[in-house]
């Protein structure tokens, strides 16, 4: 069974910091780029990052940009993101996901984690 499952989501202050990890089941991660985006209530979906099949290269929103940071393990199948000096704005529920390319279309997602940003 194809699975990603996120974890590390929580509760955190502003300007506090939170690192997500993703696991692939059923699947190799190898050949996909891969990435995180997010959903607050009532907003539109955000693509937040995405690192390249061979993690040479890093896309990010310009909201995230200068505070998360994508990083892959390919021999633990598992992608991660950082994030640093988190604002209120960042509270949504976070998605990792499998891309042919970064961009391209999404071929697998998880099941979300929710990250929360609130004094």
């Known amino acids: 069974q194809l699975q990603l499952v996120e974890s590390g989501g929580g509760l955190v202050q502003p300007g506090g910091s939170l690192g997500l990890s993703c696991v692939a089941s059923?699947?190799?991660?190898?050949?996909?780029?891969l990435g995180w985006f997010r959903q607050a209530p009532g907003k539109e979906r955000e693509g937040v990052s995405c690192i390249s099949s061979g993690g040479g290269s890093t896309k990010y929103a310009d909201s995230v940009k200068g505070r998360f940071t994508v990083s892959r393990d390919n021999a633990k199948n598992t992608v991660y993101l950082q994030m640093n000096s988190l604002k209120p704005e960042d509270t949504a529920v976070y998605y990792c996901?499998?891309?042919?390319?970064?961009?391209?279309?999404?071929?697998?997602w998880g099941q979300g984690t929710q990250v929360t940003v609130s004094s």
């Open positions: 059923g699947f190799t991660l190898d050949y996909y780029a």
């Open positions: 996901a499998g891309y042919l390319y970064c961009g391209g279309p999404m071929k697998y």
